[in-house]
Structures are given as C-alpha cells and as structure tokens.
C-alpha cells in the first residue's frame, strides 16, 4: 500500500486545490487522508521564517507566490486572516461526502508550526482543543487523526495529543510506522510517518523539474518496503500549478503495482501490540527549511516481570 495524506493549509487550498484533488483521486480510484487547517488563515505570518536557515532558498526555486497567490500571502498581515472552517464548510463536507478520510492539521497552520518548540504541553493541548472544536463544528464530530503542521512537534505536543483520543498520527518524517518514545510519557499515540521526500523539496535541487522530481520519487518506490509508503501532497501545490506532475506520479504509482490508500487503511492493518517502539528527534532534512521531527533510533521494549 502507498497512502497518500493531503495537507491542506490554506483558505486557498481548502477552497480551490482540495476539490481539484478530490476529483482527480476519485477518477483514479485511489484514495487519500485529507488533514485541514480549520481555523484562522494567517498564512502573511510566515515571513517570521526568513531568518530561518535555508527558507530564502526554498522559497526562491518553490515559486511561492505562484503556488500561494498574493492574497494568501497577506492574510494575517495587511489583509485579516479568514476562518477556513466558517468559510468552506460545505467545501470540507464535500470532500468527507466524496469517501475520503479527513483529520486535524491544525487550527491556526502558522502559530502551530511556528511556536510549538517553543511552548509547554498546556499550549499544544489548548490549540489542539481549539482545532478539535472547529472541526466538530464543521463535521459533527471528533476527528480521529492528527497531523502536525510543518512535521513539527515536540514531546508537549505528543503528550498532549494523547489527551485528544486521536487513534492515530502522522506528525513526523521516518521509514515505518512505530510507536514514539518520550521520556516520562505514560501513552502516546502511534506514527505513521512521512516516508518519502516531498515534491517541493526535490523541484529545484541538482536541477530538477517537476517532472523529473516524480521520476526520482518513482525510482524511490520501485521496490516496495514491508510496510509500504506515506506520501504527503499539499493541495497548494499538488492540486494547483503541480497538478500535472502528480497525475503522473499517480499513473506511476498504479504501474509499479501499490494500492493507493487513506491512511486509515494502513493503519487498520497494523498490530499496535507488536509496533516498534523508536526516539524522535528533531532534525534537518534535505530540501525543506529548519528542523522537523524525525523517526530515531529503535529502542527496547520495557521488561513485563
């Protein structure tokens, strides 16, 4: 199985690229997990990241501003940040209606990814309350995964989705799915992570294309792991301007073989008793900007007297 997770982080992409890929998954008959932002756009606010090591780069061979649009780009700033949830209900109802799994991204994309290192458990769990209620008002109940914004997380964040009845989560980049271990944590909820790099992190490095991007993503998959893939797509890209590189993909996908799947799925094959337990760590990886959480090393499972 390849599972395919859809971060939608934008009033825009909730609006335009989110129905776009719907339609486009339906007609290939693959599935996928939708993850929303359902409260405030504040996308403006991430120019705080130009200090960040390695964001001008990024933002300079991703075309931001054409993936974004100008308007996105100034909502938190110049222009008020609409609520996605308030404004696109019957757009997110529309996906859940069509047979996609849908989940919590976040409430407010940008305070998540920006300030979650830097905060206690109290803050992760008040904006997960926050994120919880805006999407219960959307669908009419709890969402049942979660994944964070921007792969970032910390052990306040694992501890605090673990009060959140999530069955599931997909917060962080790693090789298979495990169980994340933190130190003092008496429950945590199980990973399925990221597993391949993304197409925004391969366009514009050594040269490649968008094209070419999903030709080095299919040299990736052509021998299937035990416990298959995770890919993450953003409706910003993947159902926009990267709209004909990941029909291709698909198409690629289907001729190698995978079933392309929600991440319910995968998780539902899974032996929770029997999952490897592994640290998290944050840390960089190639083509995306700062650190993000990472599968670490394996470690023992505790001694049953």
């Known amino acids: 199985m390849l599972g395919l997770k859809v971060d939608v982080d934008t009033l825009r992409g909730t609006r335009v690229g989110a129905p776009q890929l719907a339609r486009m998954l339906s007609a290939a008959g693959a599935q996928a997990t939708f993850l929303f932002s359902v409260g405030p756009d504040r996308t ?8 960040r090591r390695g964001f001008i780069h990024k933002v300079a061979r ?9 308007r996105t780009l100034l909502y938190g700033t110049l222009l008020p940040g609409p609520h996605i949830g308030r404004a ?27 300030f979650v290192a830097h905060r206690d458990a109290a803050w992760a769990a008040l904006e997960l309350r926050r994120g919880i209620s805006a999407y219960v008002d959307v669908f009419g109940h709890a969402p049942k995964v979660h994944g964070a914004a921007g792969w970032q997380i910390t ?31 008496t429950a945590v909820c199980a990973q399925l992570p990221t597993t391949l790099p993304t197409l925004d992190e391969l366009i514009g490095v050594d040269g ?19 416990h298959g893939h995770v890919f993450t797509l953003h409706a910003e890209l993947e159902g926009m301007r990267l709209n004909a590189a990941f029909s291709r993909l698909l198409d690629g996908w289907r001729a190698q073989g995978y079933e392309l799947v929600a991440l319910r799925e995968m998780f539902a094959a899974l032996d929770i008793r029997t999952l490897p337990r592994h640290a ?8 995306r900007s700062g650190s993000l959480m990472r599968q670490g090393a394996a470690v023992a499972a505790p001694q049953v007297n």
């Open 280 to 287: 998290v760590k944050m840390a960089p990886i190639e083509g």
């Open 62 to 70: 991703t075309s931001v501003l054409e993936h974004y649009g100008l």
């Open 155 to 185: 052990a306040a964040g694992f501890e605090a989705e673990a009060m959140c009845d999530f069955d599931y989560c997909s917060d962080t980049r790693g090789a298979h799915p495990y169980l994340p271990v933190i130190p003092g944590a």
């Open 44 to 51: 403006g606010r991430a120019i705080r990241r130009v200090l």
């Open 208 to 226: 490649l294309t968008a094209l070419t991007a999903v030709d080095r993503l299919l040299a990736l998959t052509a021998e299937p792991p035990r």
């Open 88 to 114: 696109c209900a019957s757009e997110l109802r529309a996906i859940r209606a069509d047979g996609f799994e849908t989940g919590l991204h976040a409430y407010d994309h940008v305070e998540w990814q920006d």
